[in-house]
């Protein structure tokens, strides 16, 4: 079921842009995914022959997918504002029946941004790939990857239709459990890869859900259609969408309660945590809800719901990151309170959907900046992850400490660095409102303001300055000049994106996309707000110099108090899931089983101990069982007429 | 229209015979195979059995896709109805019966199919057995065996009255009793399998018989049609009715291995040779569904507010108990024994849309899902232990995807297609059903629905925990020689393998073609 676009347009919002059939360069839209998809493609049929040339041809594509979204970019910047989105369907899906579903790209400000951001820091991760995986004998296979996670994150960004986003959606789960279980045949790895599959399962059952109520509500899944068709849809059904959508953001973006998998997926290669699980694709669901604003812009319970979440992810994130010694876990665990700030944005509709993809963006670069410099500082220390066996690398690894010590001004808030002009602004737009809400959500963004530089402070001292705490048999020394260059070029980012994009007019660039809003103030002036937030970044990163740099620094983790504990052990979110989720889980599906298997037909199990074995349990199986199968028939006819006798 | 009641003047059937020329040429090939068995010589067999297997299956397509298609009628006095959904049922199962039936030819380089035993009628460990392996016993008569349970097949879809549904039903399930039992190894297991299916098959058919002499005192006739007719008239003898509704779809019901009726699935899929359980998982599915839907549909869907609570509890049941006790089991045949079961749940979802739609997606999922079927089997017959016995418990998988990373790859792949991951035929097929239920359902089949994707969500945990184990475990030391290895495969299974992973991709890349046939095939004749 669709609709022409005029109609559409007519019944679009007010500021929504009309969209455009692609023509120009545009219209070689699916360049942007065929180009990458053509290189998994390449090195994962190729096998052996492409050894030689695979990491390189890899890299040339993923380099080639950004050249397309440039172009794409150049020519869009030319035409006027409300022309810039255009859509290009590629060919019929699912032409039939009672539901028609075209494969389709959309491509607009928003879906541009992300395209640069993915081709790009992909781009370089690529490269940064072919000096950190020189030694792996499988790194064809590693590269091959890498290009199907940009194939299928650029699908998620330019799908025309959630349908299409979920291919996209379904496609980097799949490319990042590959990625998370890449270097490992041991159980600890595989059941990383597991926890993130499981929460990532509980999220697509969201994304399902909410697929098929958009069919069943609005008869159409484009985004096109839905946001026009959002307006005339009963409230409780947009805000099930909305709420089911958001279920899926968290699984994706590991927000509160799905956040406990990010942690785990560190286990893969440090590229991968730089690009999928830092700049891309935990970042999804961020997009996702920006994406759906005209559904989450109806629904102020789904809205309230996002922010709350955000609220409670971002809050966690900085603490547990203050507690973790893992260098790589605590980068994680920032990515997780920084998606919080996004997601907290987010929530807070129209003042805050510009402001959440202009922290995405910086954050891109910083946090895939700072990861390369951990995968850096690993490769000199004897790919360890313990920060207490650093200490005063600053000397050794000069390109290394300098790239990673703009990455911390930038995520701290450092004056005039990126991540000031970003964070700054979710902070403002969270004091805007009326009642409670400024209040708590304002001050829950300040004060995490300064537990974050408070644990980015600890990272950095820990791993660069203080004492030498390292162990026998370490020569740290810089890395090759293929991962230096990637991180010299996301630290000038890290310093310079922000500004940049801030009066470049970044967020009024969205507009079209996302809805523009009236000036609102927040309930304390500016100034205020700015002075405040500087001023506890000063202090976390004080206490953290005094505790981190200046002090000895035990090489094995003090027991620390009940919060640390707490934190240490993601506030016991594994124990929870397990007790809550896992076990009872487990006892079902055995109990079933039991009853399916013990009651029914516990027999065939033992057979594979022999034949003779087998014939003597058989024999004296072969009697009850195909009785107790009949009684189960009967058993359920029995029941099952009556009920209908009942319901009668 | 003739009533089976005895009337003064008999009126000869006439016979469409473009109509039923399917049927017609699987009948001749299966005699011929009975014949091929008595007269030729014992080392010739197996050509000759395949060819002519393969000749009827390529034949009996032909004549679906030609002359029968363009004579879409009732005939043969009303038993046989040639209409849009019996046709798309007999043509998909014509490919999938001989993808399956190559799978079973599969003989390793052998003289013998590997999957059979050379004499069934021996007692395992007996003289008798051994004698049959010196002389170079085969055991070629699976071929006509198939056959026959094949024009059973054809027939189920087709079936205007319930008599002949119920010939059918037997057609095609007698031969798969013998062929449950007919295991090469572990004989026991395939001889208790086969007898177990026997026993509740025939119990189910007691229920089934019997209500269908309950709906011919209702309705006084066994046609479908009559009986449609006389929901609409026939007043005071409802208690007729509603029981007989229910005791038909119980036999229905069984064959499609739907939960309180599906404790034989498990037990028969393991214990009958590998290719016959993708066999049955794959055509026996899609015909007993395409007849539950014609007996639904065209007969009885006037009464439909008195008995659909009774078919969405047994819905509810199979997906949930279907995908559940999918994730508790560690053997990979009895886990798609009930991963079919749970798949046989979620396309009753689109059934009880009670809407052409509901045929459409019914219709493509139960096809879809047979190409996937037939593929898993066939690749899970090729990974054997050190003693040449397929390894069937999952954990001898592990490691699989550095010692075999092709098949580690294709297996992946249908894992991912029975989870429903998009680019794949078990999205479309999903997405499919449940969206026919959400649309036309009503109430119920939202939440249908709502049940149907957190269930496909919890078997998606089954496989891919078998992911897992092929890439991320390694076999421990002292399991090291029951670990799965992979024996190079004839172009029969090839052949099978090759065409069930392809169909599963192209179904879910580009489902055009087949949606829009489902969709245009989806209207019942009355």
Same mark, same amino acid.
């Given at each position: 079921m669709t609709l022409p676009t005029t109609a559409l347009a007519a019944l679009g919002t007010e500021g929504a842009a009309t969209v455009h059939q692609a023509d120009g360069i545009a219209g070689l839209g699916w360049l942007l995914i065929a180009l990458p998809a053509l290189g998994a493609a390449l090195l994962l049929l190729g096998g052996r022959r492409t050894n030689s040339f695979g990491p390189a041809l890899a890299t040339g594509l993923s380099w080639a997918s950004f050249g397309v979204g440039a172009a794409i970019f150049v020519e869009m910047l030319a035409k006027p504002a409300d022309e810039r989105a255009v859509t290009r369907t590629l060919? &019929?899906?699912?032409? +039939?029946?009672s539901f028609h579903v075209d494969a389709g790209i959309r491509l607009d400000q928003l879906s541009i941004a992300f395209v640069l951001l993915i081709t790009f820091v992909g781009s370089l991760i690529h490269v940064y790939s072919l000096g950190y995986m020189a030694h792996d004998p499988d790194k064809r296979r590693f590269f091959a990857y890498l290009n199907l996670f940009i194939a299928a994150m650029l699908t998620l960004v330019v799908a025309d239709s959630y349908l299409m986003l979920y291919v996209g959606w379904e496609g980097v789960g799949l490319a990042s459990y590959l990625l998370i279980g890449f270097w490992n045949w041991n159980p600890p790895y595989a059941s990383a890869a597991n926890k993130a599959f499981f929460a990532n399962r509980v999220g697509d059952v969201g994304m399902s859900l909410a697929i098929m109520a958009m069919f069943a509500c609005f008869g159409t899944v484009t985004f096109t259609g839905v946001d026009a068709a959002a307006h005339n849809a009963p409230t409780g059904w947009v805000t099930f969408i909305a709420l089911m959508l958001l279920l899926a953001a968290c699984g994706k973006s590991a927000?509160?309660?799905?956040? &406990?998998?990010l942690g785990d997926a560190m286990a893969g290669p440090t590229p991968v945590s730089a690009l999928i699980? +830092? +700049?891309?694709m935990v970042t999804a669901g961020v997009y996702l809800v920006v994406r759906s604003s005209s559904l989450f812009n109806l629904a102020p319970t789904a809205q309230l719901a996002v922010t709350i979440v955000g609220a409670i992810t971002l809050t966690m994130g900085a603490i547990i990151g203050c507690a973790k010694d893992d260098i790589k876990k605590a980068l994680a665990a920032s990515t997780m309170s920084q998606i919080g700030y996004m997601m907290l944005a987010a929530g807070l509709g129209p003042v805050g959907y510009a402001f959440a993809i202009f922290h995405l963006l910086t954050h891109g670069f910083f946090k895939a900046g700072m990861f390369l410099g951990a995968g850096s500082v690993m490769h000199a220390m004897g790919d360890r992850v313990d920060m207490r066996t650093f200490g005063a690398l600053s000397g050794k690894m000069k390109t290394t400490w300098i790239t990673f010590l703009c990455g911390w001004l930038a995520i701290i808030g450092f004056p005039l660095l990126s991540g000031f002009w970003s964070k700054d602004k979710i902070i403002e737009a969270a004091f805007i409102g009326e009642g409670w809400r400024p209040w708590v959500f304002g001050l829950t963004t300040m004060l995490v303001a300064g537990l974050t530089a408070f644990y980015m402070s600890r990272l950095f001292f820990l791993t660069f300055h203080g004492r030498r705490r390292w162990l026998e048999g370490d020569h740290p020394h810089e890395a090759p000049s293929t991962m230096t260059i990637p991180m010299i070029v996301l630290a000038v980012g890290s310093v310079a994106l922000g500004a940049v994009l801030n009066f470049a007019g970044f967020p009024g660039w969205l507009e079209p996309v996302v809805g523009g809003h009236g000036e609102e103030h927040p309930v304390l002036p500016v100034l205020v707000i700015t002075l405040l937030t500087q001023l506890l970044m000063v202090i976390g990163v004080a206490v953290a110099w005094m505790k981190y740099w200046r002090d000895e620094v035990p090489q094995v983790a003090p027991r620390g108090s009940a919060v640390t504990r707490l934190a240490a052990n993601d506030f016991y979110q594994d124990a929870f899931n397990d007790g809550l989720f896992v076990q009872p889980g487990n006892a079902l599906a055995n109990g079933l089983a039991a009853g399916d298997d013990t009651v029914v037909d516990g027999g065939a199990r033992g057979l594979g101990v022999g034949l003779m074995d087998a014939a003597q349990s058989l024999r004296k199986l072969q009697n009850g069982y195909v009785r107790s199968y009949a009684l189960t028939m009967l058993a359920g006819i029995v029941v099952i007429l009556g009920t209908m006798w009942v319901m009668q | 229209m003739t009533s089976l009641v005895p009337s003064a003047d008999f009126v000869p059937a006439t016979i469409n015979v473009a109509a039923v020329a399917p049927l017609l040429i699987v009948t001749v090939a299966a005699l011929l195979g009975v014949l091929v068995e008595a007269f030729v010589p014992r080392d010739k067999r197996y050509v000759v059995q395949l060819t002519i297997a393969v000749l009827g299956l390529l034949g009996a397509l032909a004549a679906v896709l030609t002359g029968a298609r363009t004579n879409q009628t009732t005939t043969v006095a009303g038993a046989i109805v040639i209409d849009g959904p019996a046709l798309l049922v007999q043509g998909s199962l014509c490919v999938l019966a001989l993808i399956g039936l190559l799978a079973m030819s599969e003989r390793l380089g052998s003289d013998h199919m590997d999957a059979f035993t050379r004499d069934g009628a021996s007692a395992p460990g007996s003289h008798a057995e051994g004698l049959a392996q010196r002389l170079g016993a085969t055991t070629t008569e699976i071929y006509p065996l198939t056959m026959f349970s094949v024009l059973g097949m054809l027939i189920f879809p087709a079936a205007g009255d319930l008599l002949t549904l119920f010939v059918a039903l037997e057609v095609l399930s007698l031969p798969l009793y013998v062929l449950t039992g007919l295991a090469r190894r572990r004989r026991l297991l395939s001889q208790e399998a086969s007898l177990k299916y026997f026993l509740l098959g025939a119990f189910s058919s007691a229920f089934y018989l019997f209500g269908a002499a309950l709906l011919y005192g209702y309705a006084g006739s066994v046609r479908l049609h009559d009986i449609a007719t006389a929901i609409g008239?026939?007043?005071?003898?409802d208690g007729l009715l509603l029981p007989g509704v229910f005791f038909v779809l119980i036999g229905l019901l069984f064959k499609i291995g739907a939960v309180p009726f599906h404790a034989w699935t498990p037990d028969v899929y393991q214990g009958a040779p590998t290719a016959v359980s993708g066999f049955m998982a794959a055509c026996t599915k899609l015909a007993a569904m395409a007849a539950l839907l014609r007996v639904l549909y065209v007969g009885v869907a006037g009464d439909r507010w008195s008995f659909q609570v009774a078919l969405w509890i047994v819905a509810v049941l199979t997906m949930v108990v279907g995908s559940v006790v999918t994730i508790a089991q560690s053997d990979i045949k009895r886990m798609l024994a009930y991963s079919s079961i749970a798949h046989a749940g979620f396309i009753l979802v689109a059934v009880l849309s009670f809407d052409r739609a509901g045929v459409a997606s019914a219709l493509f999922y139960a096809i879809a899902y047979g190409f996937s079927v037939i593929a898993a089997f066939t690749i899970v017959a090729l990974l054997r232990d050190a003693d040449g016995s397929e390894a069937t418990a999952i954990s001898q998988w592990a490691g699989l995807g550095r010692r075999a990373p092709v098949v580690a790859a294709l297996f992946t792949l249908l894992m991912l297609a029975f989870a429903g991951i998009p680019l794949t035929s078990g999205f479309t097929s999903k997405f499919g059903v449940f969206n026919a239920a959400i649309a036309h359902g009503g109430t119920m089949g939202i939440w249908l629905a709502v049940i149907g994707v957190l269930c496909s969500a919890i078997t998606a945990w089954a496989y891919f925990r078998v992911i897992l184990v092929m890439y991320f475990a390694e076999p421990a030391p002292q399991d090291a020689a029951g670990a799965a290895r992979v024996v190079l495969p004839s172009a029969a299974s090839t052949i099978a393998i090759a065409t069930g992973v392809a169909m599963t991709v192209i179904l879910g890349v580009v489902p055009a073609r087949l949606l829009e046939l489902a969709t245009q095939n989806s209207q019942f004749l009355p």
């Open positions: 060919y &019929s899906w699912v032409p +039939a029946g927000q509160f309660p799905l956040q &406990s998998w699980h +830092a +700049a891309t | 008239t026939v007043n005071g003898l």
